[in-house]
């Protein structure tokens, strides 16, 4: 009788703490959020102004109601305690804890319903509160003892004591297996399966955006997850590229003058959302100018400073331009920028140091994307505005892929199985574009667009919704 007695008096007590001292340990954190657009926030729709109007009622009334309830229970087992064994009904302590487990759930349980039923807010809100809030603790420990010392177990504890019934160590042996199995079968087939794919097996999630990269949904077409920044000096992203592994990115962060530059890989998890890795490299001086990573994992860029233009890797640099730089293979990298002959490609050997050249197209128009294929084809982008896409073997032309005829090409990347493009284009026709020699004006409609290109096929499917141009990686 004793225990049930302190551990509804705990109950109440841990309710009145949570009532009316954890507000005074509360930090405040003022939010300014400015924006060139408008920032309207979602207004919450009839289920979600219901929940939090009663959680509003029930919150401040949870100690009350606890001790009313542990009022009942305690004189129900006086009550109990004076009947004959033979004549006392089984379980007469189970009611008043099941209303006492409701009474301590309910203030939590509606705000977690006000979250579920509250529209998402827009990417801009989403940045904005994210950047100025603390980021919650999480720590395995610091929420088992939040656990612990909430009205709720207090609550358990008291039922069972009521009744008399405390678990034996196989109950507690088998509830932790139990627990054990159902995180595994959450999480284990994410683990095993990797990041969720379109119908088509490529990446269900792209990275795109500039400046700010946010993580979309390719399916839905709703962006999910900005990317974190490193530091609040390293905040700017100039280039993300996909890692070997799924989900894995290597990513470029600048300085806000983007005099200096530092590499770090990212990991996405399989909800969409972004973290920071290891760093890569000290801060470099200069303003990068192409990022790459090989078949292999050997990480690649370029930089520029003070007019002079450096190729890198992770273990040295070259004095030849690294612009738009790709790998050819793990020990050869193209470098559309360096100047060689005529129908070719200019090739740094990052083994000895070596510029080659390969086979190319005659039209140099090396300034537009060139991306490597599997089987030692290439994905070019073409004209001026950008409309075009064509795989090339060496210098045979072996397919158009894609031909547009307004608007221009502003961005790509391609999927991890080589087939499949991610294509940013933008539908405006911007002053220059107007010319007869330009080509036709804006399209009209959508003023942006996102194509996912099959380049064995030709066919293309649209992305839901007016999206960023800029893609970054796939």
Known sequence: ????????????????????????????????????????????????????????????????????????????????AAVPPAGRAR????????????????????????????????????????????????????????????????????????????????????????????????????????????????????????YRPYVLDLESGKPVRLLPKASRVYAQYEFVVRDTEPGRYVAALTSPTQRYFRLYRLSMGLDGRVTMGERLTPTIKGTISGLAVSPEGRVAYGRLLDGRRFTGTLDREWPVSGYGLQWLDDETLALPEHGVAANALATLDVGT????????????????????????????????????????????????????????????????????????VDRQADEMERTPLAGLPACGGARTRLLRVDLETGDSQVVPGPQDTWVQAW
């Open 91 to 210: 379980g007469v302590s189970l009611l008043p804890a099941t209303l006492g487990m409701v009474a301590a759930l309910l203030p939590t349980a509606l705000s977690v319903a006000v979250d579920l039923l509250m529209a998402e807010p827009s990417l801009m809100w989403r940045e904005c509160l994210e950047d100025q809030l603390p980021a919650p603790s999480f720590a395995v420990p610091r929420q088992i003892l939040a656990w612990l010392l909430s009205p709720a177990a207090m609550v358990l504890l008291a039922g069972l004591a009521g009744a008399g019934r405390w678990p034996r160590p196989a109950d507690l042996r088998d509830t932790g297996l139990a627990v054990a199995a159902v995180v595994l079968a959450a999480f284990l087939p994410g683990v095993l399966l990797g990041p969720p794919a379109n119908a088509d097996g490529t990446p269900r999630y792209a990275l795109v955006g500039g």
């Open 353 to 424: 140091g070596t510029i080659g050249q390969v086979a190319a197209p005659p039209e140099h128009e090396f300034t537009r994307p060139v991306l490597p294929l599997p089987g030692g084809r290439m994905l070019r982008a073409l004209g001026w505005p950008t409309r075009t896409l064509v795989v090339h073997e060496g210098t045979r032309l072996v397919k158009k892929v894609l031909a547009l005829d307004c608007g221009h090409i502003e961005r790509l990347a391609l999927a991890p199985d080589g087939r499949h493009a991610l294509v940013g």
């Open 1 to 80: 009788m004793r225990a049930v007695k302190v551990f509804w008096a705990s109950a109440v007590a841990l309710s009145l703490w949570e009532l009316l001292a954890e507000p005074l340990f509360t930090e405040i954190v003022r939010i300014m959020c400015v924006s060139g657009g408008p920032l309207e926030f979602p207004q919450p729709n009839s289920a979600a102004r219901a929940a939090g109007v009663l959680g509003a009622v029930v919150t401040p009334l949870q100690p009350l109601l606890l001790a009313l309830i542990g009022i009942w229970a305690i004189r129900s087992l006086h009550r109990a």
